[in-house]
């Protein structure tokens, strides 16, 4: 018997999602958590095969929840289920760790779609995050040693406040953005970087600074 984890904040998401899970599979048995802290002691009480976490729970981390989760449950399979855009956060979630990413404004076929995959091969993206991949992969676009000069102005701007501690909805009044399209900045700053947290971005653009003193 599998057994399936739904971290989802939102009881109608949850409740739509168990009855997709359980017509999919059988046997299988479905946990819920509606915050972090659940997530912890359902892994810390149960063998579970694979996640479906959603990013935006209350005490949620970000990131930092994958390596968390693999505290308690290393071989545990996580399944980000998010409405964040998929061309933007999915490849930086898999590099953090997750084994795949499915938007919630996908159908029902390719939730289970992603489900099977998840439980039978271990991984999952989509079409769009495959043709992305390829994208990337046929661009090949290099920006020299210092991955600075790739970021945008805008994403200067963003990267400049965010390293002086502007909060993302101080940010997006002091630029006139909207709070997704700062996050969005922001997701795009990591990904250029290389990094997953703001402390490595601070780390990382304080040594090509000292470096490169123009930069």
């Given at each position: 018997?599998?057994?399936i984890l739904l971290v989802e904040d939102?009881?109608?998401?949850?409740?739509?999602?168990?009855?997709?899970?359980?017509?999919?599979?059988?046997?299988?048995?479905?946990?819920?958590?509606?915050?972090?802290?659940?997530?912890?002691?359902?892994?810390?009480?149960?063998?579970?095969?694979?996640?479906?976490?959603?990013?935006?729970?209350?005490?949620?981390?970000?990131?930092?929840?994958?390596?968390?989760?693999?505290?308690?449950?290393?071989?545990?399979?996580?399944?980000?289920?998010?409405?964040?855009?998929?061309?933007?956060?999915?490849?930086?979630?898999?590099?953090?760790?997750?084994?795949?990413?499915?938007?919630?404004?996908?159908?029902?076929?390719?939730?289970?779609?992603?489900?099977?995959?998840?439980?039978?091969?271990?991984?999952?993206?989509?079409?769009?995050?495959?043709?992305?991949?390829?994208?990337?992969?046929?661009?090949?676009?290099?920006?020299?040693?210092?991955?600075?000069?790739?970021?945008?102005?805008?994403?200067?701007?963003?990267?400049?406040?965010?390293?002086?501690?502007?909060?993302?909805?101080?940010?997006?009044?002091?630029?006139?953005?909207?709070e997704s399209s700062v996050s969005t900045?922001?997701?795009?700053?990591?990904?250029?970087?290389?990094?997953?947290?703001?402390?490595?971005?601070?780390?990382?653009?304080?040594?090509?600074?000292?470096?490169?003193?123009?930069?």
């Open positions: 018997m599998k057994h939102h009881a109608i998401v949850r409740l739509a999602t168990r009855f997709l899970i359980l017509d999919l599979l059988d046997p299988v048995t479905v946990h819920e958590a509606a915050s972090l802290a659940e997530t912890m002691v359902k892994l810390a009480s149960n063998s579970i095969d694979l996640i479906l976490l959603d990013i935006n729970i209350p005490d949620g981390e970000g990131f930092n929840m994958i390596p968390k989760i693999r505290e308690i449950s290393p071989k545990v399979l996580i399944l980000i289920f998010s409405s964040l855009e998929e061309e933007v956060y999915a490849l930086h979630y898999i590099k953090a760790g997750a084994n795949g990413f499915l938007s919630k404004n996908g159908s029902q076929a390719e939730i289970k779609k992603a489900i099977l995959s998840m439980l039978e091969a271990g991984n999952y993206i989509s079409v769009a995050v495959q043709q992305q991949l390829l994208r990337n992969t046929l661009d090949n676009k290099s920006y020299g040693e210092n991955p600075l000069e790739g970021l945008s102005q805008r994403e200067l701007e963003v990267m400049d406040m965010l390293i002086e501690g502007y909060w993302t909805k101080e940010i997006a009044i002091r630029l006139s953005l909207t900045y922001k997701a795009r700053i990591f990904e250029k970087l290389k990094v997953s947290t703001l402390i490595d971005m601070f780390k990382k653009v304080q040594f090509f600074k000292s470096q490169n003193p123009g930069a």
